[in-house]
């Protein structure tokens, strides 16, 4: 009896059911298809991501044309341009000091033709010469008091109201006929009252207050020296 010795046979697998042989699922399928000289050519590459920008920190406060500015930074830029001036507003206005000034000029006029022994009409207009005359150099003073501390000369009505209201109260207090030994003592007080009322009406610090002050001072001086230069120089041709 014969006995049938199946050898080992080799099977084909079956096809996948999509139709595609389980050796050729192994096989490198290329990623382009061939040109017509049978080369590949690679995929193109694809584009670099965009570059990422670091965003800039802005650390000043921009506001835009349009917008409002904020209170602080306008009462910073308000504080800052009202120290660069020489001239602060404020009480009493240039009208006022005009007004003021006006009434202790008249007063200083009437009291020195008063007060004078002889050439009564004479005294009383060298004192309103004095007066015009020294608020101009006063007004002046203020304009070289501009170079040494760096302000700006911002109203010229306010400062010379400011002046002739100076001036005209120095001599105010000069002409009175005050019962003091010596007439200086009287050139004293007007001089103390010429400096509380600079220091009242311009609110400046000391040193800018001493700068218009000397400066005034120094103006006059040398008015006065011309003055009595041309008396002496007449006294001494009619001798």
Do not use: C
Not at 58 to 77: C, F, H, I, L, M
């Amino acid at each position: 009896m014969a006995t049938d010795k199946a050898g080992p046979s080799h099977q084909t697998p079956p096809p996948s059911p999509e139709g595609i042989h389980p050796d050729d699922q192994h096989e490198l399928v290329p990623l382009a298809e061939p040109d017509e000289h049978g080369h590949i050519r690679p995929p193109p590459l694809s584009s670099p991501p965009p570059a990422i920008h670091t965003p800039t920190v802005v650390t000043e406060r921009y506001a835009s044309p349009g917008a409002a500015p904020k209170p602080g930074a306008a009462s910073d830029q308000s504080e800052s341009a009202e120290a660069a001036v020489l001239v602060r507003p404020g009480f009493p206005g240039y009208r006022t000091l005009l007004v003021l000034g006006g009434i202790l000029t008249l007063t200083a006029v009437g009291l020195s033709g008063y007060e004078a022994k002889t050439h009564t009409v004479a005294r009383s207009l060298s004192t309103l010469y004095d007066i015009a005359v020294h608020t101009g150099t006063g007004i002046v003073a203020m304009l070289i008091a501009t170079i040494f501390t760096e302000r700006r000369f911002n109203d010229a009505k306010l400062a010379a109201s400011r002046m002739f209201f100076m001036v005209a109260l120095l001599y105010a207090i000069v002409s009175v006929n005050i019962p003091i030994p010596t007439t200086l003592d009287q050139w004293i007080l007007g001089l103390l009252a010429y400096a509380l009322a600079m220091l009242a009406l311009f609110r400046l610090p000391q040193r800018d207050l001493g700068i218009i002050g000397l400066t005034h001072f120094g103006l006059w001086l040398i008015v006065k020296l011309g003055a009595s230069l041309e008396a002496f120089i007449a006294s001494t041709s009619t001798v």
